[in-house]
């Protein structure tokens, strides 16, 4: 797929994502700001709920029955805001927030340099990431599509043993199968790079975008600066496309902003116009909660995080504000409970990542300077992100928002456990809800950090324009123009230029790739010519074979690292290189469906910090040109594409 042949697909998933979510909450009564930030969450939450009651009354995962269900929760929606409001349309209502010149730049500022950052990782639209979760993930998508199956609780039948599967939030992969089946024509790994530029591109800025909008009402130039600021932080969006790959994380981050934002105006937290009728944003914030929770549901609670701090502060404030010690007293109290049981609701759930293996990675000292400078690992410091964040902070106290840098450090103290605090009780505690994982933990710090930064450079720019002499508007937009200038080329130009590379290298396709080179990819793709489409291909993930069914929809017996353990895989890949003496093989074989083999040598995987032994489990995949259970029917370089012969076959 090339870069030209992309966009379309590009424009079908920016349609997927807005237009039908935008439909029903246009239906609703929402309008301007609130109609576009809820559009996504709406399309997204009904295409994970639809999977699951679909999967649970026997109707297909297809576009036909997706539409009329989109339509029809449309025109539902519709006749009873009618019936509500004794209205077909909502009368205007200049009070709610809508979009200005400023917003539209900021949002085309981050757009462009998002969408920029992301071209120069892929390399090509349809470059794999070559990272540890990308085949389950890719492969989902496919599966989904294959079984016409998208619930939660059937995706992860993709590895699981026949007739077995848990739970796993769909939301990503069902938003990307729609896009998909949506782009016939277009190879599906390239389908899901571009549906999440456009979720990194547009969805993430424009809610960045109105959390600024309501913390700043008067400010322009915030709106401007955060567009840039958006873009500026290694570790998302543009970190969560580069480790794991924590696609599902990736979209839950993504819609965090406007979580965010309609907690703010919902609640009151801010001044100013609101985003619409209290009864759309409650409605359009149980729609986020939704799709960030079929997304991932981590992200649910840390939305939470920031919403109990925020209504511990409404608490404070009512502390203040009481005239008797009683009520006084009852607000106090009503703070230890509300903070007391969420600490206990964070503790009980999170349990679910206490065995999850991730660890401390430095000191406190060096884990601090990065909650600020966001420098973990070989990143270099993002010295002017660390400066605009202490200003920030500064300049937040002083306008009478210290509430929110409360917000800020409840993300940046999850995030310093988890780089400094050792293995133990207190750590599974504090960190299970996030899987114990510093890199999850500094992405979900980005949106409080990018805020600060905001309200540091939007105080800076502000006391510039009153040291400028001239008070003519040419003089002070040629100024802001510069300084606009110099504050991308500082944000991107030191650690993002570091981060582009670093991302790079899991999308690279070359001899030099860490799992799937290039010749590889070649025979993968000449799969459709050489396989039927009913045969099972064996091959051992590590080497990349697994991706054979993403790229070239063919059904894989190892469809991700985490094979299954059916007894009847087992054998095939431990023994399938006996298959000629062994009788027992050729029962698994049969049992199976294995039909072919992909031979990609034994390398090492060298994506993970996890080492591992990648023969160990596929013994039976090793020595087959030795071998005579198999034929070779294709080769490119030293790889190689097997018939199965042995058994009868």
Request: net charge neutral; aromatic share 10%.
């Amino acid at each position: 797929m090339t870069w030209l042949e992309a966009v379309p697909v590009v424009l079908i998933a920016l349609l997927i994502i807005f237009v039908p979510g935008g439909l029903i909450a246009a239906a609703a009564g929402a309008r301007r700001l609130l109609l576009a930030l809820g559009a996504p969450a709406v399309t997204i939450a009904l295409l994970a709920i639809t999977a699951i009651v679909f999967a649970k009354v026997g109707v297909p995962w297809s576009l036909g029955p997706l539409t009329g269900t989109f339509v029809g929760v449309a025109l539902i929606t519709w006749l009873v805001r009618r019936w509500v409001t004794g209205t077909w349309s909502p009368v205007p209502d200049r009070r709610i927030i809508g979009f200005s010149w400023a917003f539209t730049v900021g949002l085309a500022i981050a757009a462009v340099i998002i969408a920029l950052q992301l071209g120069f990782s892929f390399g090509a639209p349809d470059h794999v990431s070559q990272t540890y979760d990308a085949p389950f993930h890719l492969n989902g998508i496919q599966y989904i599509i294959d079984t016409a199956n998208g619930s939660s609780f059937h995706l992860t039948g993709l590895i699981l043993p026949a007739g077995r599967s848990t739970f796993y939030p769909a939301a990503w992969h069902d938003l990307v199968s729609v896009v998909a089946m949506a782009a016939p024509w277009a190879e599906l790994v390239g389908v899901a790079n571009m549906t999440n530029l456009v979720v990194a591109s547009v969805v993430w800025p424009l809610g960045v975008l109105a959390v600024v909008r309501l913390l700043f009402p008067a400010r322009r130039s915030a709106l401007v600066i955060a567009g840039v600021a958006a873009t500026a932080f290694p570790p998302f969006p543009l970190g969560m496309l580069d480790y794991g790959v924590l696609f599902s994380y990736f979209l839950a981050l993504a819609l965090l902003p406007a979580g965010l934002a309609l907690g703010l105006s919902l609640f009151k937290l801010v001044r100013g116009r609101r985003l619409g009728a209290a009864t759309l944003q409650i409605l359009t914030l149980t729609c986020v909660v939704v799709a960030i929770g079929l997304s991932q549901p981590s992200v649910v609670f840390g939305l939470g995080l920031f919403g109990v701090v925020g209504l511990a502060a409404l608490g404070v404030n009512a502390v203040r504000a009481a005239r008797s010690n009683g009520v006084r007293i009852a607000w106090i109290v009503g703070i230890i409970v509300l903070l007391g049981a969420y600490a206990l609701v964070w503790r009980r759930i999170g349990q679910f990542g206490y065995n999850a293996p991730w660890r401390d990675y430095g000191s406190l000292p060096e884990v601090l300077i990065d909650a600020f400078a966001f420098a973990r690992g070989d990143r270099p410091l993002a010295v002017i992100i660390a400066i605009f964040v202490v200003v920030g902070i500064v300049a937040m106290i002083r306008r009478g928002r210290w509430w929110f840098c409360f917000m800020w450090l409840a993300a940046a103290g999850l995030f310093v456990l988890a780089g400094a605090l050792p293995p133990g009780d207190l750590r599974n505690m504090t960190l299970g809800m996030f899987y114990k994982d510093t890199p999850r933990l500094e992405a979900f710090l980005v949106l409080p950090s990018l805020v600060l930064a905001v309200a540091g450079a939007e105080a800076a720019w502000g006391a510039l324009r009153r040291r400028i002499p001239s008070t003519s508007p040419r003089t002070v937009t040629a100024i802001g123009v510069i300084g606009l200038l110099g504050l991308v080329a500082a944000t991107q130009f030191t650690a993002m230029v570091y981060a582009v590379q670093h991302a790079s290298n899991a999308y690279r396709l070359d001899e030099r790739s860490r799992i799937l080179d290039d010749d590889e990819r070649a025979l993968i793709e000449r799969l459709p010519e050489e396989v039927p489409d009913d045969a099972v291909i064996v091959g051992n993930p590590w080497t990349g074979t697994s991706w054979a069914m993403a790229i070239s929809d063919r059904r894989v017996l190892n469809p991700h690292f985490n094979t299954s353990h059916a007894e009847a895989h087992e054998i095939v890949n431990g023994k399938l290189n006996e298959a000629v003496d062994e009788a027992g093989v050729c029962d698994a074989i049969k049992a199976t469906g294995a039909r072919y083999v992909l031979d990609f040598g034994a390398d090492r995987f060298d994506g993970s910090r996890l080492d591992v032994k990648t023969w160990i489990g596929f013994e039976g995949l090793l020595d087959l040109d030795e071998s005579s259970a198999v034929e070779e029917v294709d080769r490119e370089g030293d790889k190689v594409l097997y018939r199965i012969t042995a058994c009868g076959l």
